[in-house]
């Protein structure tokens, strides 16, 4: 989800105020997922390399995710969403670690998935899980793909870049192997719902070999 500050910055807005509108877009497409027969959205919300940005910017991004949890958890459970974390979400503040704890208990038993990524970094999961299967005793594709933070998700099919950049800047490496890459230009606060969908259509005409032919 890139492209809140530019955002902001186009419309001589304060950073801060992309990163709300960057928040209404996402509940605009959570709302949506379901009716796009969406089982699964993944959402990287803040990387583990966002710790570099000012301090005033990260203390705006916290409170932000405060806000969304408290405002949005009753309608996720409303609309039987299972909320999913992925990263080393328990290296943030305690108040959000203890908010999360809450949200993902009242939502156990939702049958959409919403996985968020927070304090997240694909290479650290990568070497974590490598670790973990080293010490079970054996290092496989199978045995580091079952310690990775989406062991329990469906494979990655889909994965969507907003704002103009094209890599994929940490996110899913192992995952992202032969999912379908779009990388599109809207900028993450403007991207709506019909944007997913035109992605998804767009993702129904690929042919995907898997390597094969």
């Given at each position: 989800?890139?492209?809140?500050?530019?955002?902001?910055?186009?419309?001589?807005?304060?950073?801060?105020?992309?990163?709300?509108?960057?928040?209404?877009?996402?509940?605009?497409?959570?709302?949506?997922?379901?009716?796009?027969?969406?089982?699964?959205?993944?959402?990287?919300?803040?990387?583990?390399?966002n710790?570099?940005?000012?301090?005033?910017?990260?203390?705006?991004?916290?409170n932000?995710?405060?806000?969304?949890?408290?405002s949005?958890?009753?309608?996720?459970v409303?609309?039987?969403?299972?909320?999913?974390?992925?990263?080393?979400?328990?290296?943030?503040?305690?108040?959000?670690?203890?908010?999360l704890?809450?949200?993902l208990?009242?939502?156990?038993?939702?049958?959409?998935?919403?996985?968020?990524?927070?304090?997240?970094?694909?290479?650290?999961?990568?070497?974590?899980?490598?670790?973990?299967?080293?010490?079970?005793?054996e290092?496989?594709?199978?045995?580091?793909?079952?310690?990775?933070?989406?062991?329990d998700?469906?494979?990655?099919?889909?994965?969507?870049r907003?704002?103009?950049?094209?890599?994929?800047?940490?996110?899913?490496?192992?995952?992202?192997?032969?999912?379908?890459?779009?990388?599109?230009?809207?900028?993450?606060?403007?991207?709506?719902?019909?944007?997913?969908?035109?992605?998804?259509?767009?993702?129904?005409?690929?042919?995907?070999?898997?390597?094969?032919?």
């Amino acid at each position: 989800m890139d492209g809140n500050g530019r955002w902001a910055k186009r419309k001589g807005l304060p950073r801060a105020v992309g990163h709300q509108r960057g928040v209404e877009a996402v509940r605009k497409l959570v709302r949506s997922v379901g009716d796009m027969g969406i089982d699964c959205l993944t959402l990287y919300a803040f990387s583990s390399e966002n710790w570099k940005r000012p301090e005033e910017e990260v203390d705006d991004l916290m409170n932000l995710m405060r806000k969304f949890i408290k405002s949005d958890l009753p309608e996720f459970v409303a609309n039987n969403v299972r909320l999913k974390i992925i990263g080393d979400w328990q290296g943030l503040a305690p108040d959000i670690v203890a908010m999360l704890e809450d949200a993902l208990e009242q939502t156990a038993g939702g049958t959409h998935t919403l996985a968020v990524a927070l304090n997240y970094g694909a290479q650290q999961e990568i070497a974590s899980a490598a670790a973990k299967a080293a010490a079970s005793g054996e290092v496989t594709e199978e045995s580091i793909a079952a310690h990775l933070y989406t062991a329990d998700l469906p494979p990655l099919d889909l994965l969507i870049r907003t704002s103009g950049e094209v890599r994929l800047s940490n996110f899913l490496l192992w995952q992202a192997a032969y999912a379908e890459m779009a990388f599109v230009d809207t900028l993450w606060p403007d991207f709506a719902p019909e944007h997913l969908q035109q992605a998804l259509d767009d993702f129904a005409q690929r042919e995907r070999r898997y390597g094969g032919r």
